[in-house]
């Protein structure tokens, strides 16, 4: 990369991290002044009545329906826009953001167990491939900048500013690295997700946002934690293949309502308002509930624990399974950490630590990306268990390279 182009691309990426800040700020405060109107004021204007999830949630399916059919499948999911980015160093735009804007904001505004990054990921990479097109960028420069502003926007929405850079960097099937233009690369992005940062965080301040980063408090590692290491790594990893179970299971008995989308939405929309009316929980992403299970999960029993995690994971697959589309990297590190503490009552070690490689090796299995799940989980535990947590993520996605062996005859 010259170092004009370098320079040019620092600047604009101070710029784009600015602006994604500002965009994922705006479509946050929208949101919950939405959610706000339908479950607070909605709720209190109808003395709160008990089956007020069910009616709201139902009639949510609806909207959800209506949009699936007269709108499209929007919300992109974030794998798509990332899919799309890679294939073809671009994401398409025309007629497409103010789809995503509108499709995400009924499916969040509803309660849906899903988050809203995948929304803001399509809003933005289309925002930014615009810019680079009416700028007339190169094709270097505009697939540079898009790569930043996904970045950005990531580590700006999850309070992890590695977890946009590897999620935008890991995957399976990437071409080799040119080890200059990459390391220039990250300085760009450095720049980028730092101006993002001060911008977004000023902008909390200056409303009193909460952050979705909850401390879930301190850990001490010793023998009986290290032999656990292995055992809760596998329990982790197949709480998160149960993911993959409950998607098979929801695709099987929902495939006759598959070309009807209001009919299919509000079937989802049905089971999320009677799972919310027994466990709150089910409702919105998670991010806000994970600190709220670390303060109370000292007075739940394993069973309501279990309940509330295996619960969550299928209610997450619910919604995407029925045309409630968005993100569901919140709704599985709530589930993984609500099961991880549940097993804090039956195993006499650190707490901290089992929820900590539980829930990365769950995560990991889910998103199917080691480093970008390691660095998202790392920023809820302390210091110190942040080599396990990198260890637990790798050793949860590994599978050992079988050796083809011809014998001779």
């Known amino acids: 990369m010259k170092f004009r182009l370098q320079l040019v691309l620092t600047l604009y990426g101070v710029i784009l991290g600015t602006l994604v800040a500002v965009i994922a700020f705006l479509f946050l405060r929208l949101t919950n002044f939405l959610i706000y109107l339908v479950w ?27 949009s699936r059919k007269h709108i499209g499948p929007y919300p992109r ?20 953001i103010w789809r995503n804007l509108v499709a995400a904001l009924i499916v969040l505004m ?36 898009i790569e930043f502003g996904i970045g950005a926007l990531l580590s700006i929405i999850f309070s992890s500013p590695l977890f946009g850079v590897a999620s935008t960097q890991e995957r399976e099937s990437a071409p080799p690295v040119n080890k200059k233009l990459h390391i220039q690369k990250i300085v760009i992005y ?7 940062f001060l911008v977004f965080y000023y902008l909390l ?54 070309a009807k989308p209001v009919i299919l939405a509000v079937s989802g929309g049905l089971i999320l308002g009677i799972l919310a009316t ?30 509330i995690g295996f619960a969550k994971l299928f209610v997450t697959k619910i919604c995407l399974g029925t045309g409630w589309r968005g993100g569901h990297i919140f709704p599985i590190i709530f589930a993984s950490i609500a099961v991880g503490f549940a097993l804090t009552k039956i195993l006499p070690v650190d707490p901290i630590f089992i929820v900590a490689i539980f829930a990365t090796a769950s995560c990991s299995v889910i998103l199917k990306k080691p480093l970008a799940a390691a660095f ?27 050796k083809n062996r011809v014998s001779a005859v």
Not at 46 to 57: A, E, H, R, T
Not at 120 to 131: E, N, R
Request: with cysteine; aromatic share 14%; glycine share 10%.
């Open 40 to 66: 607070d004021a909605g709720a209190s204007l109808f003395g709160n009545p008990v089956f007020w999830p069910i009616l709201i949630c139902t009639l949510g399916g609806i909207f959800v329906g209506l």
């Open 77 to 96: 999911e974030m794998d798509e826009v990332m899919g799309e980015f890679h294939a073809n160093g671009r994401v398409s735009y025309q007629g497409k």
């Open 110 to 145: 509803f309660g849906a167990s899903l988050g809203p990054e995948a929304a803001l990921v399509s809003i933005c990479a289309g925002l930014v491939t615009w810019v680079g097109d009416k700028l007339h960028f190169t094709y270097q420069q505009r697939d540079a900048l």
């Open 190 to 196: 450095f720049f980028s997700v730092s101006a993002g």
């Open 205 to 258: 301040q200056l409303n009193d946002g909460p952050s979705p980063f909850a401390n879930l408090g301190s850990a001490t590692v010793s023998w009986p934690e290290l032999l656990l290491l292995i055992p809760l790594l596998l329990a982790g990893k197949y709480f998160g293949k149960i993911y993959g179970l409950f998607e098979m299971v929801i695709a099987f008995a929902t495939r006759k309502i598959q």
């Open 278 to 307: 027994l466990l709150p929980y089910m409702l919105y992403s998670g991010e806000h509930g994970v600190g709220e299970i670390s303060n109370e999960y000292d007075t739940m029993s394993i069973y309501l624990l279990l309940t």
């Open 376 to 402: 998202l989980l790392a920023l809820f535990f302390p210091i110190q268990l942040w080599p396990f947590i990198i260890v637990a993520a790798y050793l949860a996605v590994y599978k050992p390279k079988s």
